[in-house]
């Protein structure tokens, strides 16, 4: 159950390093961008905005899905099975509802490159929600890494 709870910082860690950003992110290092390079700063902007907003939807979602693998595991453990498959059904819902809220923020993006990235993750979460138990660091780590290269 530590384990659980130790992916579940990561989780909500990787996801909120890998959105942050400055508020000096404008195009040219600060400086008003030009009429000419008005579509940059959309472009910019949008990134922006769709990188704080997925690492809001993956924080929540991952503390659902979280929450419920852990119900999973100590409904296991006191050798409930019927708390145990309510709680694995609540897990793979919740961890297929983050894919599918990823992809929608993924549908918002105007960079190619962002896009890809939470389309990524998406399937990885979806992938995910075939064996919830399995969730760990690495796998984390992985469906994140794209979203933190972009957003970081």
Same mark, same amino acid.
């Given at each position: 159950?530590?384990?659980?709870?130790?992916?579940?910082?990561?989780?909500?860690?990787?996801?909120?390093?890998?959105?942050?950003?400055?508020?000096?992110?404008?195009?040219?290092?600060?400086?008003?961008?030009?009429?000419?390079?008005?579509?940059?700063?959309?472009?910019?902007?949008?990134?922006?905005?769709?990188?704080?907003?997925?690492?809001?939807?993956?924080?929540?979602?991952?503390?659902?899905?979280?929450?419920?693998?852990?119900?999973?595991?100590?409904?296991? &453990?006191?050798?409930? !099975? @019927?708390?145990?498959?309510?709680?694995? #059904? +609540?897990? %793979?819902? $919740? /961890? *297929?509802?983050?894919?599918?809220?990823?992809? &929608?923020?993924?549908? !918002? @993006?105007?960079?190619?490159?962002?896009? #890809? +990235?939470? %389309?990524? $993750? /998406? *399937?990885?979460?979806?992938?995910?929600?075939?064996?919830?138990?399995?969730?760990?660091?690495?796998?984390?780590?992985?469906?994140?890494?794209?979203?933190? /290269?972009?957003?970081?």
């Amino acid at each position: 159950m530590r384990r659980l709870l130790s992916v579940a910082a990561l989780a909500a860690a990787l996801f909120a390093a890998g959105c942050g950003g400055s508020d000096n992110d404008s195009p040219g290092g600060g400086t008003t961008p030009t009429t000419g390079a008005s579509a940059t700063a959309d472009a910019s902007a949008n990134t922006k905005e769709i990188c704080a907003s997925s690492e809001k939807v993956a924080s929540e979602g991952l503390a659902t899905v979280l929450t419920e693998v852990t119900k999973l595991v100590a409904a296991e &453990a006191a050798g409930d !099975k @019927a708390k145990a498959d309510a709680a694995r #059904t +609540a897990a %793979e819902s $919740a /961890a *297929t509802k983050l894919a599918s809220d990823i992809r &929608a923020e993924a549908a !918002k @993006a105007t960079d190619t490159q962002l896009k #890809t +990235a939470l %389309e990524t $993750a /998406a *399937t990885q979460f979806e992938a995910m929600s075939k064996d919830v138990k399995s969730i760990d660091e690495q796998k984390l780590r992985a469906a994140s890494a794209g979203v933190t /290269a972009i957003c970081g």
